[in-house]
Every structure is written in C-alpha cells, then in structure tokens.
C-alpha cells in the first residue's frame, strides 16, 4: 500500500512539474550603451502560491526597474495563472552579453530561465539641442535687413 501511494504521488508532482512554461523575452537583439531594455520572463502554469524570479546582477545591465502583472484563470475547477515579471535594465557595457542566472522558483521546484543574447554597442553621440540659442532655421522670430 505504501509503495502505491508513494508512486501515485511522484506520478502527479512529475506531471505538475512538466505543466509550468517559462518564456524569456526582449524588446531588442541591439542596443547601445545607456539605452533602456525592458527584459520580460512570462511563467504559466498551475501554482499553489505564486512563483517568484530570482533576479541575479545581469553582467553588463543595471536594473532600474522591476514591475510584475498576474492573471489568473479558473475554468472547469481548474485554476491556472500566468505572471509576468518585467524588469528595465540599461546597457552599461559593450560586446555580445547574455542575460543568464534568472530562475523562477515554484513551490516545490526552481527553474533555469533560458539565457538570451544581446549585442550592445558604444553610444552614438547625439547632438543635443540648446534651449537658450535655437537653430536659425528654430528661430521665430523673422529678422528683415
């Protein structure tokens, strides 16, 4: 008897571990120096609590920002979620990064979040405008000779 219930209960945490997706995205492959990305790790599945993201120092990032949205969904007795953690970081380096480290932790298991691949170059300098001295063609004021 003890051997049945032990096997039934593996059976089921199997099957609730292989029902959780986690989906890393983010907004640009490219990117310069001091530019904003907004990193995005989506979980779905069936939860008793709700998981949470383990947030490493991304090497090559700052992170200005975290922000996380939930949805749940109860259909038929059943009750799935889907949690999005957001996270703003800035490029603070150059070279092919990778965002790597991140895990989402359930109740009972913890989870590698894919790593992704991002190419970050020097800032481009951009010309800034005066506020005190407009461009002639800014200016509106007509000047007749």
Do not use: C
């Not at 150059?94 to 190419?119: A, C, Q, R």
């Amino acid at each position: 008897m003890k051997r049945i219930f032990l096997l039934v209960f593996l059976s089921a945490s199997t099957i609730y571990a292989a029902d959780i997706s986690i989906k890393p995205q983010i907004d640009k492959d490219q990117a310069e120096i001091g530019e904003v990305l907004k990193y995005s790790v989506e979980v779905k599945g069936s939860f008793k609590s709700a998981p949470s993201l383990i947030v490493p120092e991304p090497k090559g990032f700052k992170i200005l920002s975290t922000q996380t949205a939930s949805n749940y969904k109860i259909s038929g007795g059943e009750v799935s979620s889907t949690i999005v953690y957001n996270l703003m970081l800035a490029a603070v380096s150059e070279g092919m990064l990778e965002l790597n480290g991140f895990k989402v932790k359930t109740d009972s298991e913890e989870y590698d979040v894919e790593p992704l691949n991002i190419e970050i170059t020097g800032a481009t300098l951009k010309p800034r405008e005066d506020k005190k001295h407009p461009s002639p063609k800014e200016s509106k004021k007509d000047i007749w000779i």
